[in-house]
């Protein structure tokens, strides 16, 4: 499947369609979550994450079109209705320009200035090329961020990387960081709404069981704004990183109720 191509926005996602048919598939992401329209499930109990407290050295890169960070496959994430154990593999971020609307998924049309993704698969494969030949193959943890009047301490190890990946291609390492320390506490982690859909770049494979968490992290303008200062592959500002709302097609979107 091929991958991104070329930068936001000279290829786009208006142009995605014609680089890959998946791009038009009836269970694209991301989508806008109309909260009222959602379906309580008992099945979605909380999760259980082995593993997040795990402290790790990263290295973050600047791919040219958002910027990632791998993680060891030690920490895994079960329960909360998925099928099976997953993996992390790596986590990426969406957002938007100097801290203006940035999230790819919506909740009643409200765009948050960020989005983490963390990406995991099913926790038998062996890469994501794998996994993404099942239909329930990668899950992806979804987490919003918020503004907020304080700078977020625990954010400082990617934020203050972020002057040293600047370029496409440029990569450095973190400081030591766990992935639980940039998410929210696991007891405010209950509330969530899960889908079916795809990656939200070309392929577009719709391969993906969605998680969104209602808790948002807390970031300051500041924070928010160190990450427009990335730039593409074309030069241009990383800016507005994310793919439009994608038709729901009769999806159902369910939300946590166990
Ligand atoms: C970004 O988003 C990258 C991709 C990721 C894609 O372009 O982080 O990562 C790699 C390894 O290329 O694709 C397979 C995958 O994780 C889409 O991820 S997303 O749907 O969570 N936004
Ligand atoms: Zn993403």
Redesign the pocket.
Known sequence: QS??SCDHPCNGPEKWNHANSNCEGKQQ?PINIVTRKTLKDERLTPFKFDNYQQIFRGTIKN?G??V?VGVPHLSTVSGGGLPTSYKAV?F?LHWGNNGGPGSEHTIDGEQYPMEL?I?HMKHHYID?TTALSDPEGVA?LGFFYEKSNRANRKYEPIINALRSIKNANGNTSLLPVSLAQLIPAEQNLTSYYRYKGS???PGCTEA?VWTLFESPIPLSMEQLRAFSELKFHDGNSMVETFRPVQPLNGRQVFRSGG
């Open positions: 991958q991104f992401s791919n079109h958002s990632q790596q990426h993704h990406v994501l992806v990656l939200t770049t993906v």
